[in-house]
């Protein structure tokens, strides 16, 4: 990972966005998509609140744009070929797939997704399945990584706080120890 780099400053941004998830009870995943150089949408997690499983940070800000006339001027069959994403946590295969279908640029990472990674986690959905129209997209991790894996435990760990704590979580504590 290159420090210094630009993609580290739109991390932070993401990251912002997974602390307001967070402070709303969710998952706590945040991200921005990033066109010539700026923001052009900022999304978080969303599932809890909508009671709706799609809700990602990444699907709620791909509607944002396209539903703004500004970004989105012309139909196109791919409407972020020119764009990026900065997402704390690698995109679910649901995802993965909806960007590469949308032409994705690129997409920035923090940590892996063992269980529904889409970006080679679980399936390389964005460049290891061979799809006979929809380009490859480069997906990259490691970005503000740590801080991404300790986000999702301080969730988890205060999760169901007003429910009776059983026994097996009563003496949880929050691991900050982080494995390569
Ligand atoms: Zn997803």
Not at 5 to 22: D, G
Not at 58 to 72: G, M, N, Q, V, Y
Not at 133 to 160: K, Q, V
Request: net charge neutral.
């Amino acid at each position: 990972m290159d420090t210094g780099s630009p993609h580290l400053r739109w991390m932070e941004e993401a990251m912002t966005m997974a602390e307001e998830a967070l402070a709303a009870g969710e998952v706590p995943v945040g991200c921005v998509f990033v066109r010539e150089g700026s923001i052009i949408a900022r999304a978080r997690n969303r599932t809890n609140e909508l009671r709706n499983a799609t809700r990602h940070a990444e699907l709620e800000a791909i509607d944002s744009i396209l539903r703004d006339k500004e970004l989105t001027s012309t139909i196109s069959k791919y409407p972020l070929s020119n764009t990026m994403l900065y997402v704390t946590v690698e995109p679910c295969m649901m995802c993965a797939s909806a960007l590469r279908q949308m032409g994705i640029k690129e997409v920035y990472y923090g940590c892996g997704n063992d269980r529904f990674g889409g970006c080679g986690s679980v399936l390389g959905v964005n460049e290891m399945l061979d799809h006979p129209s929809h380009p490859p997209y480069r997906a990259i991790g490691g970005y503000l990584r740590e801080e991404a894996i300790l986000i999702l435990r301080r969730f988890y760990i205060t999760e169901n706080t007003n429910a009776p704590v059983p026994k097996s979580k009563a003496n949880r504590v929050l691991k900050t120890e982080i494995l390569p």
